[in-house]
Nanobody
Framework: QVQFVESGGGFVQSGGSLRLSCAVP????????VGWFRQAPGKEREGVSC????????TYVDSVKGRFTISRDNVKNTVYLQMNSLKPADTATYYC??????????????????????WGQGTRVTVSS
């Protein structure tokens, strides 16, 4: 079964940084857009960022623009999310998934969550004030 493995979460103070990684062993990510999502306790899962495959398109939810940066290494089959200037509102479990219907983020980004598959178990991020 194909499944992403997220890592890099942890506990950090407000203003701090974390770098999340998302790998999928044995599966070629080339050709798939990949998205990062997050879910805080009691809230719905929301899309955070998306990165395209061939076109390198990226999208970000407004609340993280200017603070988070998504990147990918198709050779390593890994997608990263660099998170700077973290805020308590960023506290959540972060997940990544592949868009099985698109290779670009330009049109929909992470809006159509049903297009995403191969969800991992997530990595927990806690930001203290």
């Amino acid at each position: 079964q194909v499944q992403f493995v997220e890592s890099g979460g942890g506990f950090v103070q407000s203003g701090g940084s974390l770098r999340l990684s998302c790998a999928v062993p044995g599966f070629a990510l080339d050709g798939y857009a990949v998205g990062w999502f997050r879910q805080a306790p009691g809230k719905e899962r929301e899309g955070v960022s998306c990165i395209g495959s061939s076109d390198g398109s990226t999208t970000y939810v407004d609340s993280v623009k200017g603070r988070f940066t998504i990147s990918r290494d198709n050779v390593k089959n890994t997608v990263y999310l660099q998170m700077n200037s973290l805020k308590p509102a960023d506290t959540a479990t972060y997940y990544c998934a592949a868009n099985t219907m698109r290779s670009s983020c330009a049109a929909q980004g992470t809006r159509l969550i049903y297009e995403y598959d191969y969800w991992g178990q997530g990595t927990r991020v806690t930001v203290s004030s």
